[in-house]
């Protein structure tokens, strides 16, 4: 096969439809990235019109521009979306667009569940919009505490629009983190080790690992606070054993690691564009890797820093304070391999170089004033002043929208395949660096001279009037600097003359390919023998084209793309990927009615939406496998391997794990927050606790752990070719499941006390839901399986659904276990 009839061939299997049919059943990696991106940048420009009127407010005192109701929806809307429906998204976006073409790949690992996140993302976003052009926008703050978010203050739809849009958001956040880190550890070219990947690879694998841990606590929070203003089920309640601090800690559980979430794909860009730029290598590549993985765990240790005037111990505080402090010390290694990295090199002063000096400068600063926060005394004097803001803005803006900028300008050859206007970049640069510098240099004055936050007017006696204006000044000018960034894109999109491939003369695997990248990125895959191919082999490009490297053929119209080992590289196995499908769509829809029914009050009406998900998640599933076992296959290159689905380890176990991972997360913020309750809530013990069901606790705890027997049984039986025994075995597996759900409700009816009545029964109840969820999951699991296996698409080769279904029973065992625990240990002991 010729390069042309090769490409027209993959462009047939890969390519998306023209015209509004393909818009909505896509799900091509780099459609799906655009549209995160463009939305994202949508969404910012939203959220920048709502600082501007910010500024507007507050560039003179005693202004009457807007009212004390509306500036409370102006500020938190401000806040969310930058940090839900900007920040968070736009990486997930160039990540879900770059990744592959730098990895060697064809595409990402679950290219369903990316469209389904996209459609999530914008729905969730669309929401949040309505809302705010309605005049019922969220007016707690983007932290929404309590109590100022609950029923009894916020009694209107606002504070519900924030807790059911952003868990929509959310979802999307989660299942973009379990994709990119699938991705990275599997969908890479043949040979590229984990030492041999790129810097900017490792940064969003090490930031996904961090979402998939930090996403669940806020998740959780949202979903008790709904139950709080849905039901009256008291948890965040000090009059019935609850506590606004929860809430606090649930947030900042999130919230923190949330500040290097979005940091480190920032950072990842600049750890790609500086070398590029400096013409020479990246200086401590393994020390950057460490200090990414110190900077993760220390970032989970740090949330209690945004909680020193809440009246937290001495101990404590001592203890935070200096974990606040020790962060700094991977970020400056970071910084100094930036600058040997320059110092080593050759750097050319081109504009993605611009926007990296800028955020040199910007994001110094904002890390010498996060250091001065860490401190307990000074934080007890600036907290909740706009030093605090001033900080915020120095260290997100610094730290994600400068590289943005940078890689924005690097990388828009590769999406448009044009090269860009001169001079019309370096003049928006200069009115952005400016502009945010006078904005937010000067809140550091107002803050220490004592302006507070979140604060609609002031009286000209003050002494805040100039540098107020100033500020307001400034952020206009860096507006304008905005304006003429998208006037300059757009220019280069349509009017720019056409870029050579590589512009940058680049060593990663993105420029091996044409510029636009085609569906399916690369005619063949590499074999990848160093940290830059394109250095070690300047022909990559046209031996790739010409199809000389592995999986140059076409086969039954399949999406091949290659799995190999997690660390070593070798080739592992092929994974053929699903085509293009309006399933991401409707499920999306369908999850939205759920959100909208909860948000209006149509709590019965949920269920039908609810019953609708798990029906299409059944649809999803089962449209995936074979009914016969395929064997070896031949890749090019003179070697076989098999494909996914007769292969350990296959994309969908890893997926499984890394979901399960993130639950797990869930329920020990779940039981954190029940213990939390149980030591610092005020009003406990409380009044009335647990009260007889020891029997069917009893039958519970037997029946998980028979559940979780039963479903390793069936397991095994299925990889010994037993199926019609397997199909018994998984049947009485179902059954011990609906024991385990009839004794939780046992538990809950006869044995707790109302949920309104105290913080204790709705936190105990919230553990029965949780772990009878878990057992309806294995219930479906095993009530799928044995479908499955009675159509044909399980065998001794293709067992990988007995595999995850086991997972599940047995996560469902384990956790039905702790529940009893959590249940029944504290009568116990008393």
Same mark, same amino acid.
């Given at each position: 096969m010729n390069t042309l009839h090769r490409h027209r061939a993959l462009t047939a299997i890969w390519g998306t439809p023209k015209g509004w049919r393909g818009t909505i059943s896509s799900v091509n990696h780099s459609d799906i990235g655009r549209r995160f991106i463009l939305a994202a940048f949508a969404f910012f420009a939203i959220g920048g019109v709502l600082a501007m009127l910010i500024r507007a407010q507050l560039a003179t005192p005693d202004s009457a521009f807007v009212g004390p109701a509306i500036y409370n929806q102006l500020f938190t809307m401000h806040g969310s979306i930058m940090m839900f429906l900007f920040a968070i998204p736009m990486f997930e976006g160039l990540a879900l667009y770059m990744l592959p073409k730098m990895l060697g790949s064809r595409d990402m690992a679950f290219p369903r569940l990316s469209a389904y996140g996209w459609w999530c993302y914008l729905f969730g976003g669309t929401i949040l919009i309505a809302a705010l052009a309605f005049g019922v926008a969220p007016d707690g703050g983007w932290f929404m505490y309590t109590p100022l978010s609950s029923k009894a203050y916020t009694p209107g739809i606002n504070a519900d629009v924030w807790l059911l849009g952003i868990t929509f958001v959310e979802i999307s956040a989660v299942a973009a983190a379990i994709e990119i880190t699938v991705s990275i550890l599997k969908l890479r070219a043949p040979g590229m080790r984990l030492d041999r990947m790129p810097l900017f690879a490792w940064y969003l694998l090490i930031t996904a690992l961090m979402m998939i841990a930090a996403f669940p606590p806020l998740i959780l929070g949202s979903i008790l606070l709904e139950v709080e203003r849905a039901f009256d089920w008291p948890f965040f309640d000090a009059a019935r054993g609850g506590s606004a601090l929860l809430w606090q800690h649930l947030f900042w559980l999130f919230g923190h690691p949330e500040v290097y979430i979005i940091f480190l794909p920032a950072a990842g860009v600049v750890s790609t564009v500086l070398p590029v730029m400096a013409r020479a290598e990246i200086l401590g590549y393994g020390w950057i890797v460490a200090a990414l993985l110190a900077l993760a765990f220390l970032s989970f240790g740090l949330w209690v820093h945004h909680m020193f005037t809440t009246g937290i111990p001495h101990m404590a505080l001592g203890f935070f304070s200096a974990a606040s402090a020790l962060v700094a010390v991977p970020t400056a290694i970071q910084i100094f391999a930036w600058i040997g990295t320059l110092w080593s090199g050759r750097p050319e002063c081109k504009l993605p170089m611009l926007y990296l000096l800028g955020f040199f400068l910007v994001f110094v600063l904002g890390g010498m004033t996060g250091v001065m926060l860490a401190m307990v005394p000074f934080d007890w004097q600036a907290h909740d002043s706009y030093f605090v803001v001033a900080h915020l803005h120095y260290v997100l803006v610094g730290g994600f929208i400068f590289p943005m900028l940078a890689g924005a300008y690097y990388w828009l050859p590769h999406f448009t395949g044009r090269a860009r206007v001169p001079r019309l970049g370096e003049a928006a640069f200069w009115l952005i660096l400016v502009g945010f510098n006078i904005t937010f240099f000067l809140m550091h004055l107002t803050g220490l001279l004592g302006m507070p936050r979140r604060i609609y007017s002031y009286t000209d006696d003050m002494g805040w009037t100039w540098l107020n204006l100033l500020s307001s000044v400034g952020s206009f000018i860096m507006a304008f600097g905005f304006a003429l960034f998208a006037i300059d894109v757009l220019l280069q999109i349509f009017l720019a003359r056409r870029s050579r491939r590589n512009p940058w003369g680049a060593g990663t695997l993105e420029w091996a390919m044409p510029i636009p990248a085609t569906a399916y990125n690369i005619a063949s895959l590499p074999q990848v023998e160093g940290r830059e191919p394109l250095r070690d082999d300047p022909e990559l490009a046209l031996k790739l084209a010409r199809g000389e490297g592995y999986l140059a053929e076409i086969r039954h119209g399949w999406r091949e793309t290659m799995a190999v080992d997690t660390t070593s590289g070798a080739i592992d196995h092929v994974i053929i990927l699903p085509g293009n499908s309006r399933l991401p769509l409707i499920?999306?829809? =369908?999850? @939205?009615?759920? *959100?909208?029914?909860?948000?209006? @009050?149509?709590?019965?009406?949920?269920?039908?939406?609810?019953?609708?998900?798990?029906?299409?998640?059944?649809?999803?599933?089962?449209?995936?496998?074979?009914?016969?076992?395929?064997?070896?296959?031949?890749? @090019?290159?003179?070697?076989?391997?098999?494909?996914?689905?007769?292969?350990?380890?296959?994309? @969908?176990?890893?997926?499984?794990?890394?979901?399960?991972?993130?639950?797990?997360?869930? +329920?020990?913020?779940?039981?954190?927050?029940?213990?939390?309750?149980?030591?610092?809530?005020?009003?406990?013990?409380?009044?009335?606790?647990?009260?007889?069901?020891?029997?069917?606790?009893?039958?519970?705890?037997?029946?998980?752990?028979?559940?979780?027997?039963?479903?390793?049984?069936?397991?095994?039986?299925?990889?010994?070719?037993?199926?019609?025994?397997?199909?018994? =075995?998984?049947?009485?597996?179902?059954?011990?499941?609906?024991?385990?759900?009839?004794?939780?409700?046992?538990?809950?009816?006869?044995?707790?006390?109302?949920?309104?009545?105290?913080?204790?029964?709705?936190?105990?109840?919230?553990?029965?839901?949780?772990?009878? +969820?878990?057992? *309806?999951?294995?219930?479906?699991?095993?009530?799928?399986?044995?479908?499955?296996?009675?159509?044909?698409?399980?065998?001794?080769?293709?067992?990988?659904?007995?595999?995850?279904?086991?997972? +599940?029973?047995?996560?469902?065992?384990? =956790?039905?276990?702790? =529940?009893?625990?959590?249940? +029944?240990?504290?009568?116990?002991?008393?």
């Open positions: 499920t999306a829809v =369908v999850t @939205g009615g759920f *959100f909208l029914s909860l948000l209006f @009050g149509y709590y019965w009406f949920a269920l039908l939406p609810l019953a609708g998900v798990t029906a299409l998640a059944w649809r999803w599933l089962w449209v995936l496998g074979a009914r016969s076992d395929v064997g070896m296959v031949s890749i @090019g290159c003179g070697q076989t391997a098999p494909i996914h689905r007769e292969a350990g380890g296959a994309p @969908g176990w890893w997926g499984s794990s890394l979901l399960l991972v993130a639950d797990g997360t869930f +329920f020990t913020s779940l039981v954190f927050g029940y213990a939390f309750l149980w030591v610092i809530a005020p009003n406990w013990p409380p009044p009335a606790q647990m009260d007889g069901g020891v029997l069917p606790g009893m039958i519970a705890a037997v029946a998980a752990l028979g559940g979780t027997i039963l479903a390793y049984r069936a397991h095994t039986t299925v990889r010994t070719g037993a199926l019609a025994a397997a199909k018994r =075995v998984v049947l009485l597996a179902g059954g011990a499941q609906v024991i385990v759900i009839a004794a939780l409700i046992a538990i809950g009816v006869t044995a707790l006390p109302l949920p309104t009545s105290h913080a204790y029964a709705a936190a105990s109840w919230a553990l029965i839901i949780y772990a009878g +969820f878990h057992a *309806f999951l294995a219930l479906f699991g095993a009530a799928f399986l044995h479908a499955r296996i009675g159509a044909g698409y399980v065998s001794v080769a293709r067992s990988q659904e007995a595999t995850i279904a086991q997972m +599940f029973a047995a996560y469902a065992g384990a =956790v039905t276990i702790l =529940v009893l625990l959590c249940l +029944f240990l504290p009568e116990m002991l008393a």
